[in-house]
């Protein structure tokens, strides 16, 4: 049995039309499935609950939607063995990027039903995994105003680069303590901090083009002790992941973080808001199953 979760929100609509797609494709290929039209959390939440409550086999749940959409049905399905992929309609759909997931949804439900597995690592994160990225500082706050904006909604992607330009108007650089595998490391002006499972968040800035999900790692890349100009030159080329080489630039990878600020700082995972600094992330190896 496949369960298919639809957000009937994602891409201003698009999921609706993509699943009536997809269910035809389903249908004459005479697969057995049920599926949710989700509009919130409580849904999906109760959706999970019936499939865990069924005692059955699960072949795969599948979402449509984007990374924040991810974010809630990973949260739920995590402590299971059900293999989980999406077939992205969402803004961002970060997730989908760095699987090389596309938006061909025939070609995706072939791949899907052949049945293919793997295990990955996830980011924990209080009580909260996150898939792709937990972003701290500026990233953070250019992320809850994206949120607060529905700017994502019309402009997919293109929402960040927009709204980096009102966020960087007014926001300053911070004191950070970091505690990187237990080692204190102080930076005096930081504008952000990525911790990545995968490469990509914000619609496709590659801020940790090395972070894989199968090593057991945290990419952690911190951009610091730049004017506000020299800042936009590395957010530019954060996009081809060619920034991790620049002055203001510090790339490591490790098992745990923690964040201290002597301001609170906006802390996301998979886009979605968590808090505020202080804030730990670790990584949790092979903690959840996806369709490969």
């Not at 974010?71 to 077939?87: A, K, S």
Request: net charge positive.
């Amino acid at each position: 049995m496949y369960y298919f979760i639809v957000n009937k929100t994602s891409g201003n609509g698009r999921s609706i039309k993509i699943w009536n797609e997809i269910e035809g494709i389903l249908k004459e290929k005479k697969v057995t499935y049920m599926v949710l039209l989700s509009s919130n959390k409580i849904e999906v939440l109760e959706y999970i609950s019936t499939i865990k409550s069924r005692n059955s086999r699960v072949d795969g749940v599948v979402a449509l939607g984007g990374d924040g959409t991810i974010h809630e049905i990973i949260n739920q399905l995590i402590g299971t063995v059900y293999p989980f992929t999406v077939i992205p309609t969402g803004s961002g759909n970060d997730f989908a990027r760095a699987r090389g997931i596309t938006k061909d949804y025939e070609q995706e439900i072939d791949r899907i039903l052949k049945k293919g597995q793997q295990t990955i690592d996830l980011l924990k994160i209080g009580d909260r995994h996150c898939m792709t990225v937990v972003g701290i500082g500026f990233d953070g706050k250019v992320a809850k105003e994206a949120n607060e904006m529905k700017l994502k909604k019309w402009f997919g992607g293109l929402a960040y680069f927009f709204i980096i330009f009102k966020v960087l108007i007014s926001y300053k650089p911070t004191y950070t303590k970091l505690l990187l595998n237990g080692e204190e490391r102080i930076f005096e002006r930081v504008w952000l901090i990525a911790i990545a499972n995968h490469p990509y968040y914000g619609g496709g800035m590659k801020i940790c083009p090395d972070a894989t999900s199968n090593d057991g790692k945290l990419d952690i890349c911190i951009i610091h002790s730049l004017p506000k100009w020299r800042l936009l030159f590395i957010l530019a080329a954060v996009f081809k992941g060619k920034h991790v080489t620049m002055t203001g630039v510090e790339y490591v990878q490790v098992e745990s973080i923690e964040v201290e600020s002597n301001e609170p700082l906006y802390v996301t995972a998979d886009g979605e808001i968590m808090g505020q600094t202080p804030t730990t992330v670790t990584v949790t190896k092979d903690a959840f199953h996806v369709i490969s």
